[in-house]
Nanobody, 122 residues
């Protein structure tokens, strides 16, 4: 079964940090640009950050610029999202999937994982 698998979500206090991981079941991530997306309760899914297949290009939505860093290790078939200085408005379920390229940060893959939940609260 082809699926993205997300992990690393947790409950954290405002100002805290988390590192999310995205890997794949049944295929390799290396050829694809990958994006992180999030969906908060009652809201539409939104793009957070995307990275090109060779890590040469990255994109961040304005709300997370300077706080989040996307990276990838193709040898380990993993894409990470380092999230620092977390805010309550970052609370959401985070998903990863394929995108056309880093600066075209919208999903094009029909495959989605279950997501990983991030809750930022004191």
């Amino acid at each position: 079964q082809l699926q993205f698998v997300e992990s690393g979500g947790d409950l954290v206090q405002p100002g805290g940090s988390l590192r999310l991981s995205c890997t794949a079941s049944g295929f390799t991530l290396a050829p694809y640009a990958i994006g992180w997306f999030r969906q908060a309760p009652g809201k539409e899914r939104e793009g957070v950050s995307c990275i090109s297949s060779n890590s040469g290009d990255t994109h961040y939505t304005k709300a997370v610029e300077g706080r989040f860093t996307i990276s990838r290790d193709n040898a380990k078939n993993t894409v990470h999202l380092q999230m620092n200085n977390l805010k309550p408005e970052d609370s959401a379920v985070y998903f990863c999937t394929a995108v056309p390229e880093a600066r075209l940060c919208f999903p094009v893959s029909p495959y989605w994982g279950p997501g990983t939940e991030v809750t930022v609260s004191s």
